[in-house]
């Protein structure tokens, strides 16, 4: 579940692609309560190499693996955050790429994109969820 939400302003940010990264990762880790000693201890990742992300120093982005365990020790849904930073779970593509029908429908999706509504997305959204919460 996710614990952590964003304010509009993020929001608004993130759609424009335009989200500081580094202020990002520094409010979750506030948000939580944590220091960057305390966050470097539960992901495992280095304070320093924590440090330079917050202040946007870093010689990379943060990796896909990063991103997760920073999710998981704020208790931040993992996937929302990936793609909030233009990655997309590997194991999202893993199950399109090994599973045929969910290939076909994210095919089909992509072609329609454009043709269909946000209003209609979300309700394909909710049905799913609806499914979801109803299956055993």
């Known amino acids: 579940p996710l614990h952590t939400t964003y304010n509009i302003m993020e929001v608004k940010m993130l759609k424009k692609n335009v989200i500081d990264i580094g202020a990002l990762l520094r409010r979750l880790r506030k948000d939580k309560g944590l220091t ?3 966050l470097a201890r539960e ?3 280095d304070r320093a ?3 330079r992300l917050e202040n946007n120093k870093a010689e990379y ?5 990063l991103l997760v365990k920073v999710a998981k020790a704020t208790d931040t849904d993992s996937h929302q955050l990936l793609f909030d930073n233009n990655k997309f779970p590997s194991e999202i593509v893993d199950l399109a790429l090994n599973r045929k029908e969910i290939f076909d429908f994210l095919s089909i999706a992509f072609r329609m994109e454009k043709q269909l509504a946000a209003s209609y997305w979300e309700k394909l959204t909710e049905e799913l969820k609806e499914l979801q ?4």
Do not use: C
């Open 49 to 51: 190499h924590l440090s």
């Open 133 to 136: 919460k109803n299956s055993p």
């Open 43 to 45: 992901t495992g990742v």
């Open 36 to 38: 960057l000693l305390d």
């Open 61 to 65: 982005p943060p990796s896909e693996g």
